[in-house]
């Protein structure tokens, strides 16, 4: 049974920056695709980035060019910088592992954090 827990939420204003963190236990984490969804007030859980066991990425287009995921094999974690951050960033994000190649569905990921809120100000 794999355990995800974030960390590094927080308030902070437009254009600034924050890091978030996974950490993952229970599973040989090098196999395991990892996954950053957000889901806002009122709207459907959103795809943010994902990095698959072969380090290769990818990101939503929304957040291109400002956050960038990060694996760390020796640590087991993986972790979110946000950069240049806007109000409309502000959710809860949550991180998501499967043995599986993932994807933007929510649905294919068996293992879920709790979710660490970030909020912008304008």
């Known amino acids: 049974q794999v355990q995800l827990v974030e960390s590094g939420g927080g308030l902070v204003q437009a254009g600034g920056s924050l890091r978030l963190s996974c950490a993952a236990s229970?599973?040989?984490?090098?196999?395991?695709?990892m996954t950053w969804f957000r889901q806002a007030p009122g709207k459907e859980r959103e795809f943010v980035a994902i990095?698959?066991?072969?380090?290769?990425?990818l990101h939503a287009d929304s957040v291109k060019g400002r956050f960038t995921i990060f694996r760390d094999s020796v640590e087991n974690t993986v972790a979110l910088e946000m950069k240049s951050l806007k109000p409309e960033d502000t959710a809860v994000y949550s991180c998501?592992?499967?043995?599986?190649?993932?994807?933007?569905?929510?649905?294919?990921?068996?293992?879920w954090g709790q979710g660490t809120q970030v909020t912008v100000s304008s």
């Open positions: 998501a592992a499967t043995r599986g190649t993932g994807g933007r569905r929510y649905a294919t990921y068996e293992y």
């Open positions: 229970g599973g040989t984490f090098s196999t395991y695709t």
């Open positions: 990095s698959w066991p072969s380090s290769a990425t």
